[in-house]
């Protein structure tokens, strides 16, 4: 079933408004010029019947051989389609042909006479055929936007399902993290862990309510890292210091848990039980870009522990590849057992 979109109405009125001023163009400069009314009759009709022709071709071109034709690669059924068409729009002259010599007071038709109505009626061809290549080159333009901006759309759709993805896969990581967390410090301090509890719980509201946003104030998130960086603290040791500097007072929005990945992996590749640690995680804006940079103490996990495999860093790097392409800087080192990463979003 043909459907018909609201876009498509607007072009056929756009197109029937070009040929209405291309028909009322030389009557009108007639009134204008003559005021007379007679005259401009006869201007519309000689006008009508020099565009007539073209006009059917035009959109015959546009609306059927074109699209069943043309984009199709029937290029001879088009060809033939065309020639039939317009020797058809011209029959009458034909017909004229064909009965010359039963025209009353016919004068004789001289050499110049027949090359000059043949001339004629070539360039009137050739501008049939014109219009129709102009009908096959907007209808291409036309197609040509439609699939560059369905490629788009599939891209766009296709970036959303990965993105959704990827946050799918960084929660249950973060949470399966931070339980381990809790069912260690309850053989601690059981106090503690029923205020860590509390903490969780707050976390895991803003989890499941904010999260599946695509964008949120970076209000909430600075809330969220700062209570999962206390919650991270509370099993490490004298031994470890964590400083932490968040300074970002504008109303900006940021994809949720966007650092997150790289906060747990800080703790997870920069503490030891029994060597000094240090951990140093700072969120500022500068002007109108948002850098968030985290250094610490370099502890290598071995082959058999699987906690810190980096999957956060690769979800990390491919959401920022997604949502801000082009648009941010990442920079990370290793000097003298520090390790440090350095996000610049250009917002």
């Known amino acids: 079933m043909l459907k018909i979109e609201k876009k498509d109405l607007w072009l056929f009125m756009a197109q029937v408004a070009v040929w209405t001023v291309v028909l009322f163009a030389m009557p009108l400069a007639t009134l204008f010029t003559t005021q007379d009314l007679s005259a401009t009759k006869t201007s519309f009709f000689v006008g009508w019947g020099m565009f007539r022709a073209p006009l059917v071709v035009y959109f015959v071109n546009f609306y059927l ?16 389609s065309n020639l039939v068409l317009i020797l058809g729009l011209n029959f009458q002259f034909f017909q004229l042909w064909l009965q010359r010599d039963n025209i009353p007071n016919r004068p004789p038709m001289t050499t110049e006479m027949w090359i000059g109505i043949f001339s004629g009626f070539l360039m009137f061809l050739l501008f049939c055929a014109i219009m129709a290549s102009i009908a096959i080159g907007v209808r291409h333009i036309i197609r040509t936007r439609k699939i560059k901006q369905q490629l788009k759309d599939e891209k766009a759709k296709h970036v959303e399902a990965e993105l959704a993805w990827l946050k799918n896969q960084i929660n249950p990581h973060f949470l399966f993290n931070t339980l381990n967390n809790i069912s260690s410090l309850t053989q601690i301090d059981a106090d503690a862990a029923q205020d860590a509890i509390a903490q969780l719980s707050d976390l895991l509201r803003y989890a499941m309510y904010e999260t599946n946003k695509k964008m949120v104030p970076i209000q909430g998130e600075l809330e969220f890292m700062h209570n999962y960086i206390n919650l991270m603290k509370l099993r490490c040791n004298d031994k470890t210091i964590v400083t932490t500097a968040f300074d970002v007072q504008q109303k900006i929005e940021i994809p949720p848990l966007l650092f997150v990945s790289l906060i747990e992996n800080s703790f997870k590749h920069g503490v030891s039980s029994s060597r000094p640690s240090s951990i ?67 917002l």
């Open 65 to 80: 051989l074109g699209p069943y034709l043309f984009f199709r690669r029937r290029y001879w059924a088009f060809v033939l």
């Open 280 to 346: 140093d995680i700072r969120l500022q804006l500068n002007g109108e870009d948002l850098v968030f940079e985290c250094s610490n103490t370099n502890y290598p996990k071995n082959d058999a522990d699987r906690s810190g495999s980096g999957i956060g860093i690769e979800n990390t790097r491919r959401r920022l590849d997604l949502i801000y392409h082009n648009r941010y800087d990442w920079k990370q080192s290793l000097t003298d057992d520090i390790y440090n990463v350095c996000i610049t979003i250009h």
